[in-house]
């Protein structure tokens, strides 16, 4: 069935450097991709999202990446600031499906 | 403020007992998702609404049921409830139901139970 993972459950990263967080995909009919940030005790939040037209989309100090080839999404954060600590969460969705959510990673920004 | 809306924030119950969580969506939204997360499980998608009408259903329990009404907020109803059952419980909305539609998710209801 269709599924939805990451490659690392945390990861730890210098306050100023950046993050990549990946996501990998199993139906490849997916065709919407989200990236969510979820702080403690707080809903969701919409980071940023692409379709399966694109390979890449910008937006204010993020950018998603995705490749349909492996099935694989990545957030890429810059510049990465303690407001950015979290657990991300990647999303897939296609048509007649309904989201599907990664089990998260958790973002921790060292100072 | 992602202007979706949930009460109560927070709930504390017995076991056996039986509550209400109430969403109101973002202005201009048609469809309703409700989503619960415990401690050990990611998001896990519930039921979906759409303009009134149930549109999917994914992994919710006998004992829970959803609706959503005409002017289109959403109640989740769950019932005998168990320890199991304490979680966040989330409401998200969007535009309409289908591919392409970003969801916007509330705060969500804490619910504990005793």
């Known amino acids: 069935?269709?599924?939805?993972?990451?490659?690392?459950?945390?990861?730890?990263?210098?306050?100023?450097?950046?993050?990549?967080?990946?996501?990998?995909?199993?139906?490849?009919?997916?065709?919407?991709f989200i990236w969510y940030?979820?702080?403690?005790?707080?809903?969701?939040?919409?980071?940023?999202?692409?379709?399966?037209?694109?390979?890449?989309?910008?937006?204010?100090?993020?950018?998603?990446?995705?490749?349909?080839?492996?099935?694989?999404?990545?957030?890429?954060?810059?510049?990465?600031?303690?407001?950015?600590?979290?657990?991300?969460?990647?999303?897939?969705?296609?048509?007649?499906?309904?989201?599907?959510?990664?089990?998260?990673?958790?973002?921790?920004?060292?100072? | 403020d992602s202007g979706v809306t949930q009460t109560p924030k927070h709930l504390i119950t017995a076991t056996g007992q039986r509550v209400t969580l109430r969403c109101s969506p973002r202005s201009g939204d048609l469809s309703v998702y409700w989503y619960q997360q415990s401690l050990d499980q990611g998001?896990?998608?519930?039921?979906?609404?759409?303009?009134?009408?149930?549109?999917?259903?994914g992994n919710i329990l006998e004992r829970f049921s959803a609706q959503q009404f005409p002017d289109l907020h959403s109640e989740l109803n769950l019932s005998s409830l168990e320890l199991g059952d304490s979680a966040l419980y989330f409401c998200a909305s969007s535009v309409q139901g289908g591919s392409g539609n970003t969801i916007y998710f509330g705060e969500g209801s804490w619910l504990t139970v005793v």
């Open chain 1, 1 to 32: 069935g269709e599924s939805v993972g990451l490659h690392l459950p945390t990861l730890s990263v210098q306050e100023g450097d950046n993050s990549i967080i990946n996501c990998a995909y199993s139906n490849s009919a997916s065709d919407y």
């Open chain 2, 43 to 57: 998001l896990q998608f519930l039921i979906q609404y759409y303009n009134g009408e149930e549109r999917a259903k």
């Open chain 1, 37 to 111: 940030k979820q702080e403690s005790g707080k809903g969701p939040q919409f980071i940023i999202d692409i379709r399966s037209n694109m390979d890449k989309r910008q937006g204010q100090r993020v950018t998603v990446l995705l490749n349909k080839t492996v099935k694989h999404l990545s957030l890429q954060i810059a510049a990465t600031q303690p407001g950015d600590s979290a657990v991300y969460f990647c999303a897939e969705m296609g048509y007649g499906q309904n989201f599907v959510f990664g089990p998260g990673t958790r973002l921790s920004v060292l100072p």
